[in-house]
């Protein structure tokens, strides 16, 4: 039993320690991308959301904080995941390959004013890379979520936000809490400012 609690306090001390470099070092691209999501939803635009994996549940998690609620009732902002459509998931990795399962949806729904959060521990998921290119050529604001070295995708985004750590769990724990606080941010942001009615009125505060 020793050594089974050992581990489980080594990975909470590991954990903990990634979340403390990330809040002493990162936390200005973390309110900058938040605020770049406000902008963009401020325009009239979207959050679109992707990413394979526990980057697929993270991608289902913070589009459902934003069209239900995080902490506080406002109005529904406009998040999409392209992570849950069986039949479309399907039917683009059976007929145009699963490197092109996002990029596809992209560009069925994707419009300029709309923001994309491309999310890779790695950052090297060509699916997600491809997705990230297109985006940028429609015009559309992209954001990166990924791990220490932020891989391909660090050239892909305008913005990539990563995590000091090279363990997929670490990486992926981290995430969430960032997703929670882009969250926050955008929230706080809707009720501070009584945006309740009209959202478009949002990029008035991303300009803080």
């Keep these: 039993m020793s050594q089974l609690r050992n581990y489980a306090v080594q990975e909470i ?3 903990i320690a990634v979340k403390v470099e990330l809040a002493r070092n990162y936390c200005d691209k973390i309110v900058e991308a938040a605020f770049l999501i406000l902008k963009r939803l401020g325009a009239g635009g979207k959050l679109i ?3 394979n994996g526990g980057s697929a549940a993270d991608a289902q998690h913070i589009a459902a904080e934003f069209v239900g609620r995080y902490r506080t009732e406002r109005t529904a902002l406009s998040a999409i995941a392209l992570t849950t459509d069986s039949s479309c998931l399907t039917a683009i990795s059976n007929d145009f390959g699963f490197e092109n399962v996002f990029s596809r949806q992209l560009e069925a729904i994707g ?5 994309v959060l491309a999310i ?10 491809r997705a990230a290119a297109l985006a940028k050529k429609f ?11 932020g891989g391909a995708l660090r050239d892909c985004v305008d913005l990539c936000l990563t995590v000091p750590a090279d363990s997929t769990p670490r990486i992926q724990e ?3 809490l ?13 009720v501070e400012t009584g945006l ?6 949002v990029s008035t505060i991303a300009k803080v």
Excluded at 120 to 128: I, L, R
Excluded at 139 to 149: D, K, N, W, Y
């Design 196 to 201: 309740t009615s009209d959202v478009r009125k």
């Design 139 to 149: 015009g559309m604001a992209t954001v990166g979520l990924s791990g220490r070295s």
């Design 49 to 51: 959301v992707f990413g």
């Design 13 to 15: 001390e590991e954990s």
């Design 120 to 129: 890779s521990t790695s950052g090297n998921s060509p699916n997600v890379l």
């Design 111 to 115: 419009k300029p004013e709309d923001v």
């Design 178 to 190: 960032i997703i929670h606080i882009i969250s926050g941010i955008v929230e706080n942001a809707v």
């Design 174 to 176: 981290a995430h969430a």
